[in-house]
C-alpha cells in the first residue's frame, strides 16, 4: 500500500508536472513558429505573460492563507493547461487550414 504524500511532496510533484507541460510547450511554440507564426507571437506573449504572473504569485504564495492559495494554484493550472492546449490545437489547425484554403 502506498504512503500518502505529503502537501509538499503533492506541490512538488504539481511544480515538475508544471515545468514538463512548460517544455513541452516551448516545443510546440518553436515548430509553430514555422507554420503560423503570426499566432506563435500571441501565443508567445501570452505564455509568457502567465509566467510572469505565476512567478510573482509565488514569490508571495506561501504568505497566503490555504483557500486562497488552493484557489489560486487551482487558477494558474487551469490557464496553464488552457493555454498548452490551445498552442497544440493551432499548431495542428494551421497546416490544416493552410491545405484547405489552397484546394482548387
Do not use: H, W
Not at 500500500?1 to 510546440?28: D, W
Not at 488552457?82 to 484547405?100: F, N, W, Y
Request: with cysteine; glycine share 2%.
Amino acid at each position: 500500500m502506498a504512503t500518502p504524500l505529503t502537501s509538499q511532496q503533492q506541490a512538488e510533484q504539481e511544480r515538475a508536472a508544471s515545468e514538463q507541460a512548460r517544455i513541452e510547450s516551448v516545443a510546440a511554440l518553436d515548430s509553430l513558429k514555422e507554420v503560423n507564426p503570426q499566432q506563435a507571437t500571441k501565443l508567445s506573449n501570452d505564455f509568457n505573460a502567465l509566467v510572469r504572473a505565476a512567478s510573482q504569485y509565488n514569490s508571495v504564495r506561501e504568505k497566503v492563507a490555504d483557500p486562497t492559495r488552493l484557489g489560486i494554484d487551482s487558477m494558474y493550472q487551469f490557464k496553464s493547461i488552457k493555454l498548452c492546449a490551445d498552442i497544440q490545437k493551432t499548431l495542428i489547425d494551421s497546416p490544416v487550414q493552410r491545405g484547405e484554403s489552397k484546394q482548387p
